[in-house]
């Protein structure tokens, strides 16, 4: 019904805006009468329907908001999507077991859950990062349902789904980005109890900030009021607690020294000491003893893309293969390169600006970086390929989107050797740069080892974005990886 009046009113508009009614908006269309006057009152009435419609809508969010006790907004530059992993783990615990003991009636059970284990919460989280994740209560997941690009509109159909669910927690990656859309996601949207920052860093400059600062008064603007705020603001300390005063919010920061190596070693995937220092305050801040925390958070499952080093064989070469795609600014794929990348190239090889360290494990003969971009960042190009160029590869292939875009840019800016006063040099030769176009995956890795010896083994560095291109990937790696290993197995 509303919408054939909408239909009606917008033909009737058509036609009044033509020519013979001094307004060229469009064309008159033959045989069709102008709007008639009496048509006119629609325009307040279908006014007044969208505005009740749009109170209703939020009046029945926050209404389901309100059913659910703990709402967790997770934000940040980089590590959004494992720290929701990981508090959503810490929440729920093992949710199969509580679920037995409740059936078998074991009160002593229960009674230890509640007490040396901690609480268990029935929790819902959704992530948005390389891929869209609903985690449920029992930690299954299933990939969000998407028509056309991501909404922050999206959040009412989670919070709907999660309130008929019975959730007593949901955690939420933050998924805007733009300062409009991050007041609202906060103010309207999930209105959180508790809100976490991750890190600070430079990234989505065209819209957040140009330096570090403007990005972080962005991401100041989903701070929740009367609330927690979880931080780890490093250099921002400051000016976050300042806002938290401000919205009379409490605010907690985090020290990431304080988490023990032991800790660390309990993940089976690289785990970075500031993600989890961040979601063990918040699990602490909700209840749960500090080692069942790190016990649950040591069983959640990780991003896709998060498994940065894998072995593998194909056609007889051997490859490893650092990804580094989830990474997307300059400073977080300089972190992959020297933490996972730098220790697997022969220590004979040598890269400016001291980026190779001596000590390096004797493990890869060559170096070839993989760099994949997206048609809605070009700004990266120039980003990582500062970072790129520096690095002690023999080859650059160039797949995804903007393939010809950042080939130009490379053959233009070719890294500069630094005298030892810091003065401008010399170009350093460019490494051999390949646009691999619309090529699978298995041809861009055949392109990658085109030239290796026999009895040698080549390390890819993967670096861009994990969209597109960097999931088809990372997808092959992962299966060609495992079926290397299979083979091994006698």
Same mark, same amino acid.
């Given at each position: ?74 934000? #940040? ?61 029992? #930690? ?19 919070? %709907? ?27 309207? $949207? ?44 490093? %250099? ?46 918040? $699990? ?31 056609? #007889? ?43 390096? %494990? ?83 890795? %055949? ?16 670096? #861009? ?26």
């Amino acid at each position: 019904m509303v919408f054939a009046k909408f239909h009606a009113f917008f033909t009737d508009c058509a036609e009044f805006c033509g020519p013979a009614n001094g307004l060229n908006c469009y064309p008159s269309q033959p045989g069709v009468q102008s709007m008639s006057m009496s048509a006119l009152p629609l325009v307040p009435c279908l006014s007044l329907i969208m505005l009740f419609m749009g109170i209703s809508e939020s009046a029945l969010h926050r209404k389901r908001l309100a059913k659910i006790p703990i709402r967790i907004l997770v934000n #940040g530059t980089r590590g959004k999507s494992t720290v929701t992993r990981l508090i959503a783990a810490g929440l729920r615990g093992d949710f199969r077991e509580e679920t037995l003991d409740a059936k078998q009636g074991n009160s002593a059970g229960k009674q230890d859950q509640l007490g040396s284990r901690g609480r268990t919460i029935r929790t819902i989280a959704k992530t948005t990062g390389t891929e869209a994740r609903r985690i449920l209560p029992d #930690g299954a997941e299933e990939p969000l349902a998407r028509k056309g690009p991501a909404r922050i509109s999206e959040q009412i159909a989670f919070v %709907k789904h999660a309130a008929k669910t019975k959730a007593e927690a949901i955690v939420v990656e933050c998924m805007a980005v733009t300062p409009e859309n991050q007041l609202v996601f906060e103010r309207h $949207l999930n209105r959180s109890t508790i809100g976490v920052l991750t890190n600070v860093r430079l990234d989505h400059t065209d819209v957040m900030g140009q330096d570090e600062f403007e990005i972080a008064r962005t991401l100041a603007l989903s701070i929740p009021e009367r609330a927690v705020y979880i931080a780890n603001p490093g %250099k921002f300390e400051d000016f976050f607690r300042a806002e938290c005063e401000k919205r009379s919010t409490r605010f907690i920061a985090v020290n990431s020294e304080a988490i023990p190596d032991h800790y660390m070693a309990k993940f089976s995937y690289p785990m970075f000491r500031d993600n989890l220092a961040v979601a063990l305050a918040v $699990l602490q801040y909700c209840g749960i003893d500090e080692e069942t925390a790190i016990a649950r958070m040591s069983q959640a499952r990780a991003d896709p893309g998060v498994v940065p080093v894998q072995t593998m064989v194909l056609d #007889g070469k051997t490859m490893v293969a650092v990804n580094a795609f989830a990474a997307n600014d300059a400073e977080s794929t300089l972190f992959f390169w020297q933490n996972f990348g730098q220790p697997l190239i022969k220590a004979q090889q040598a890269s400016a600006d001291g980026i190779q360290e001596s000590d390096a %494990k004797q493990d890869a003969d060559t170096a070839v970086a993989i760099l994949s971009h997206r048609s809605d960042r070009p700004f990266r190009i120039r980003e990582l390929w500062d970072v790129v160029s520096r690095l002690p590869v023999q080859k650059v292939l160039f797949c995804g989107d903007l393939q010809s875009e950042a080939l130009r840019f490379a053959r233009r800016h070719p890294a500069v050797s630094e005298a030892g006063s810091g003065t401008k040099q010399r170009a350093q030769p460019l490494p051999e740069l390949i646009c691999c176009g619309a090529a699978v995956p298995g041809d861009i890795l %055949k392109l990658a080892v085109k030239d290796s010896q026999p009895g040698t083994t080549t390390l890819l560095f993967m670096a #861009g974005n994990m969209k597109g291109a960097g999931m088809e990937l990372t997808r092959f790696i992962h299966d060609t990886a495992e079926a290397s290993e299979e083979r091994k197995i006698p």
